[in-house]
């Protein structure tokens, strides 16, 4: 029994020792008993050099899943630690679905010996999967289907399952197909054994059951298989023919794969960064954003530099600035991570939109004017001016209302432009939060005070 | 069959128009064929009179499992909504593990109704499971195992199910118990339809199989879920005693809440805050993050209050500061989202955070010189002033170094005092940058400038 309650932590420090001591034994010890996806971690978790001596101990048997558990980045550095031979041994064992997410991230030479090394029938199962588009219910399911008959006998089901021996992993249900291979239900596990096996399939079998179109996207398919607690799904084309089924444990890796995205993405990040990549390539990758923030901090600066002339009369002005754009900020970036969650779940329309925007601007202006009286009162304390506490305080109301709105439009325009809110949402609105902070608190300082 | 292509966009329109046009049958067409999370996810889509009328017309024998589905906030509003009889209605369908998750919501004087109105059984099972700590294995375990002893024959196993008739949802597989309860394996249903009823139950089932302490925590067994690809698995106490079983769908579940945890908590959110909760509430609930940010926008500027004589000369440097606070920022909370990835996932411990630092310190400085170039040009065209395009340079460069330290120290502190990175991590980072970036610009031309 493997020791579930050992943490990767420990186990890193295990891993760190034996490398430091040489000790290529206890590195063996440690993933023995180790499942592919925990291997995955703990090579994600390594720096370069102690990540290689590592891979290099993992049995070539599970080379070929702990490849699948990576991210993209990891997988990468992986891959060019390994010969030809090597890449070919450690995916052969692979099944089509688990290939064709490989396949597009090797090296073309080898992507080709490995083609070659195939029999046909594989050959042509890959290039089938591989013509389904990323992301689609096409590329996640698994072809390792039951189907049965429904004018068939539990006993006849069983005693065809005794003589297959093997049933694949996850099988909940078996599939229930006519003649021609369309699928027409399922028929639980659950109730194939609790039944008569005199009965015939055709009474037992469930024909409500969802079946999944083969181009449906992986994001709503999982959205499926969370409302309706699937274990796993069928996969038919636009005949109804049974193609496959979508099981739930890749389910779970799209849902966590989703999330990470969208944590990722608010940074401008890449979910498939690697934790330890080289310092050059991510500088570069990294700079992309910060070159954006910087247009932004420009366009704020500009704002600034138009009230020149005030900033030099009033020292104060400049001293409370930030404070305006910044409260605008945090409350705008409130707003659009709610709005965020919503249009992920999907829960923003059209019908609705409305009335969010009237509630979120309801809340900038009670936390607007509990805010702009506590600032203004300290600003008045502060510069002993009661006229800049006036200003701070309206400007302070107009950008946390300014940032209620932007908070709620912006995503959703950028969804409208086919843009990921969550991507370049926060960009966008502090653009919008520093502009409209600086200009009206200068601004009002210009008419008022000069 | 149902509608698995309809969006959720499409029923909210089908439910807006109908409740507009008082065509409550309309309502009824929409939720007739819907799963109950199916339900949850349109009632918490809805402003709250909608929402109201659709549960109105939600059936009862669902009632319980929606409420189920729903966010803590929702769930609040629909009971406000319900009479005590309604409640217990609802509830009377759920079995144990949902029961408790509702339990503790419920107002007391209807709690104690339900505790009244349950056999003396369900009422120990309840007060069982409220015992066990929330987020542990004890909550999240379901109850309906069906047990079977390692001495019996595959076919008497059969006929044994055939007299239950029922097996309970999401059975993978059954488990195996010695004459005292103890676990001793599983025994998939696939082994079981696939083998020779005369096989004993011992010679096929699986000892190896990983089983869960009923202490273990949520997001544990979520981990050993995903890293295992399991269905279901066993719960025992420290004797080694079965009580129970996870199942996938609540891991599934606990998966989606950890995610929108993340995503919610980094912007000071609740994430079992209702979308369209009221305005009043809400407001409250943001506050406290906005004074937290408030305090800290205040401490910088108080920093650049330090440095009001600079500032009175040269008003370059008011319309320039927001530009290194900024870009400190943007690259600190790049490298704090990373981190708190990290974190999440167990990836980060003291063997590989060294090695973690300089990598970030080394895209900081390769970032901050790249951008302090660009900036500096850019600032010495604006104001014709060579020096100033050097301080500006310089601070940028020193800003840019606090931020990867800080993105790094910083949730690893947080971490180790116990504090969720995720939630506080950004604001203090904020401060770190805000504070550096101020005091560095400012400092370095009150130094070389005046």
Redesign the interface.
């Known amino acids: 029994?493997?020791d579930?309650?050992e943490?990767?932590?420990h186990r890193?420090?295990r891993i760190?020792l034996a490398l430091e001591q040489e000790r290529l034994e206890w590195v063996d010890d440690v993933i023995a008993d180790l499942?592919p996806?925990?291997v995955a971690?703990l090579l994600?978790?390594?720096?370069p050099n102690e990540r290689f001596r590592l891979w290099e101990r993992v049995p070539q048997e599970i080379d070929g899943e702990v490849l699948l558990h990576v991210h993209d980045e990891v997988r990468a550095t992986l891959l060019e630690d390994m010969d030809h031979a090597e890449i070919v041994a450690a995916t052969s064992g692979l099944d089509t679905t688990d290939l064709a997410e490989l396949f597009e991230d090797l090296p073309r030479q080898v992507a080709e010996d490995m083609l070659r090394s195939m029999d046909e029938l594989q050959r042509v199962r890959l290039q089938e999967t591989l013509a389904f588009e990323e992301d689609s219910a096409g590329r996640l399911m698994r072809t390792d289907t039951i189907a049965v008959r429904a004018d068939v006998s539990l006993e006849t089901?069983?005693r065809f399952?005794?003589w297959?021996?093997?049933?694949?992993?996850?099988?909940?249900a078996l599939m229930v197909v006519d003649r021609d291979g369309r699928f027409v239900g399922t028929l639980s596990?659950?109730?194939?054994?609790?039944?008569?096996p005199d009965m015939a399939v055709a009474n037992l079998m469930d024909?409500?059951?969802?079946?999944?179109?083969v181009t449906?996207k992986s994001r709503d398919v999982a959205t499926?298989?969370?409302?309706?607690?699937l274990?796993s799904a069928p996969v038919v084309d636009n005949r109804g023919m049974l193609l496959g089924r979508v099981v739930?444990?890749d389910?779970?890796?799209v849902?966590?794969e989703d999330?990470?995205q969208?944590?990722?993405n608010?940074?401008?990040?890449d979910e498939e960064?690697d934790?330890?990549?080289?310092?050059?390539p991510?500088?570069k990758r990294?700079?992309i954003?910060?070159?954006i923030?910087?247009l932004?901090?420009?366009l704020?600066?500009w704002v600034?530099?138009l009230f020149?002339n005030a900033?030099?009369k009033i020292?104060a002005?400049?001293?409370?600035?930030?404070?305006v754009?910044?409260?605008g900020g945090?409350?705008g970036?409130?707003t659009?991570?709610?709005a965020?969650?919503?249009l992920a779940?999907?829960?923003?329309?059209?019908?609705?939109s409305q009335?969010?925007l009237r509630?979120e601007v309801?809340?900038a202006a009670?936390?607007g004017l509990?805010?702009a009286l506590?600032?203004a009162t300290?600003a008045v304390l502060?510069f002993d001016s009661l006229a800049i506490g006036g200003i701070i305080a309206t400007a302070l109301v107009i950008n946390m209302l300014a940032a209620g709105v932007a908070g709620i439009v912006i995503p959703l325009l950028l969804r409208r432009l086919g843009i990921d809110p969550a991507l370049s949402g926060s960009v966008v609105l502090t653009t919008v939060t520093?502009v409209v902070g600086f200009m009206s608190f200068l601004g009002l300082a210009t008419v008022f005070l000069l």
């Not at 024909?207 to 179109?213: A, K, N, R, T």
């Open positions: 029994m493997t579930t309650t943490t990767l932590e890193l420090s760190h499942e996806a925990e971690l994600e978790s390594l720096p089901v069983q399952l005794r297959k021996e093997v049933v694949p992993d996850n099988t909940d596990l659950a109730r194939l054994v609790a039944n008569d024909s409500e059951v969802d079946s999944i179109q449906m499926l298989f969370q409302t309706h607690d274990v739930i444990d389910i779970v890796d849902i966590r999330s990470e969208a944590l990722m608010m940074a401008g990040l960064e934790l330890f990549a080289p310092v050059l991510s500088a990294r700079a954003w910060l070159g923030n910087l932004t901090a420009f704020a600066s600034i530099g020149e900033l030099e020292v002005l400049a001293v409370l600035m930030p404070i754009a910044s409260m945090i409350a970036s409130q659009l991570t709610l965020i969650r919503g779940l999907g829960q923003i329309s059209r019908t609705n009335w969010l509630k309801g809340i009670l936390n509990v805010w506590v600032v300290l502060w520093d």
